[in-house]
Nanobody, 116 residues
């Protein structure tokens, strides 16, 4: 089973930019959906960005226009670039990949804190 490890979390000032990476331990077929999700304290997990099976990019409404997801199939890595960060972007960010049978594998999550 693929394992996912997120890196790049930390403390960021509001208005700044930050990037996250997620490396898969094994090969992930380029057609498998993968994405980033986040969960803030007391809130449900929500979609941040997703690359679907057909290559379509989907972004959460709260981050649309401020984030970009990309993948490097050769490195089995997915990236999330976040711009114009707001304190409400503070959350634990998770990457996830679908295995082709609608089952998702999740990373352990990484904290991003946006300060005023």
């Amino acid at each position: 089973q693929v394992q996912l490890v997120e890196t790049g979390g930390g403390l960021v000032q509001a208005g700044g930019s930050h990037g996250l990476s997620c490396a898969a331990s094994g090969s992930v077929p380029s057609t498998n959906p993968l994405g980033w999700f986040r969960q803030a304290p007391g809130k449900p997990r929500e979609l941040v960005a997703l690359i679907g099976r057909n290559g379509v990019f989907v972004y959460g409404e709260s981050v649309k226009g401020r984030v970009a997801i990309s993948r490097d199939n050769a490195k089995n890595t997915v990236y999330l670039q976040m711009n114009s960060l707001k304190p409400e972007d503070t959350a634990v960010y998770y990457c996830a990949v679908e295995d082709g049978t609608r089952n998702w594998t999740w990373g352990q999550g990484i904290q991003v804190t946006v300060s005023f």
